[in-house]
């Protein structure tokens, strides 16, 4: 059974949900979380839903294994279908596009760009939430085919800089100066990642990382059901990969994680 110590799962398809995990140290720093990043089979959102689903139900079938006490699915392509298997879990399941659609909800902002994968942006998920939950808002959604990718092999590197800001520039000119959008949802876990370079290009737009949502509502189901780590010290990190360990450590470093209590390779699953 889920006791407060008990871990936080983290799902996604390779490192972006490092995005969430480091939201989740800054605001739930007492936290042990635990980390699967499917490296091995990223980009998921060029995947068939079919193959997302395969795919997805062996990552739970790892965090049920280690008893997590919530399981957060940092990857918002995962999210568009996470209802099929929420029943099958025993601990609650969060999907980072429910926060994305409360965040946005709570905002002024009239005209919603949304970025994500095709995959994200094909199941009309941001659309059809924001629309349940303010449905005075007018959301415009773009899929971007190769950034989340791009991302994942690029980060840190000086030379990859310039291609991401390239398909950046490709995805989200038309969102801010011909749709005028008031907003921009991170729809992609992996976005967050490259915010800086996101607000150099486009200053003074609003952008919402889902994550925030998503911290503060697991914070809040933790302390209404008695379950959050009062542990003195910082939570733990350990994190799971199907591809390169070395790969994850530098990253996971990179992009300010810490601590990183440890990289570990799993094996990956064969489509
Ligand atoms: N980071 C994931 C998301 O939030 C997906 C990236 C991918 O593997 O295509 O959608």
Do not use: W
């Not at 509502?217 to 733990?236: C, F, M, R, S």
């Amino acid at each position: 059974m889920a006791t407060k110590t008990s871990p936080i799962g983290i799902i996604d398809s390779g490192i972006g949900g490092f995005s969430v995990a480091l939201k989740m140290q800054q605001l739930l720093p007492h936290e042990n979380l635990l980390y699967f990043g499917d490296g091995a089979n990223m980009p998921y959102g060029n995947h068939s839903a079919d193959e997302i689903l395969t795919m997805t139900r062996y990552m739970l079938r790892f965090m049920e294994e280690r008893g997590v006490k919530a399981l957060l699915v940092a990857c918002n392509t995962i999210s568009c279908l996470i209802d099929r298997y929420r029943d099958d879990m025993s601990c609650p399941v969060l999907s980072v596009v429910e926060a994305g659609a409360e965040a946005v909800a709570q905002m002024p902002a009239k005209n919603v760009g949304v970025i994500s994968t095709c995959f994200t942006e094909s199941t009309k998920c941001y659309p059809n939430l924001i629309g349940q939950k303010a449905p005075d808002k007018t959301v415009i959604s773009q899929g971007c085919p190769d950034l989340a990718h791009l991302i994942e092999f690029n980060l840190g590197n000086p030379g990859g800089q310039e291609i991401i800001e390239e398909d950046l520039k490709k995805n989200m000119d038309e969102l801010v100066h011909q749709h005028k959008i008031d907003c921009c949802v991170l729809g992609c876990t992996h976005y967050p990642l490259v915010e800086k370079d996101i607000e150099r290009l486009y200053p003074g737009l609003p952008l919402v990382d889902p994550a925030v949502q998503m911290a503060k509502t697991i914070g809040a189901y933790l302390e209404e059901n008695g379950l959050k780590n009062d542990q003195a010290e910082k939570g733990t990190l350990d994190i799971y990969t199907t591809s390169s360990i070395e790969e994850y450590r530098e990253k996971a470093a990179k992009v300010g994680l810490d601590p990183i209590t440890s990289v570990q390779l799993y094996p990956a699953m064969k489509l």
